[in-house]
């Protein structure tokens, strides 16, 4: 029963960091973006066609329909496998790289 119960606290807890349903694409980088906290991360193409070439420069913050999302993290496989990649900045305000962001 304790169980059952922190595993419902634990849902409970997450459901506001729940990010919007699609990812959006803003000023040339794929973005999730969490309602709570307004976060942005990183993250790839959704239909896994990777469009990063040349130079990427990550953002502070990006806006969304009037919101200000502070840019925090870079998700996994965010450049994964994109080879025409050739440098990224990132901002210091990202305090966390995925895992695979930049493989292949």
């Keep these: 029963m ?6 419902l606290l634990f849902v409970a807890m997450m459901l506001p960091m729940v ?7 803003i000023g040339g980088i ?3 973006l969490f309602s709570e906290g307004k976060m942005a991360v990183v993250t ?3 239909d896994d066609i990777q469009e990063y070439t040349g130079s ?16 925090t ?3 996994d496989n965010a ?22 962001v930049f493989s292949n």
């Design 2 to 7: 304790i169980m059952k119960k922190q595993l």
């Design 19 to 25: 990010t919007m349903s699609d990812p959006v694409y």
């Design 30 to 32: 794929w973005y999730n």
């Design 44 to 46: 790839s193409s959704p």
């Design 56 to 71: 990427v420069v990550i953002p502070v913050s990006v806006r969304y329909k009037g919101t200000k999302y502070r840019v």
């Design 73 to 75: 993290s870079i998700g």
């Design 79 to 100: 450049f994964y496998g994109c080879s025409g990649l050739t440098s990224v900045t990132i901002p210091k305000r990202v305090t966390n790289i995925g895992k695979s």
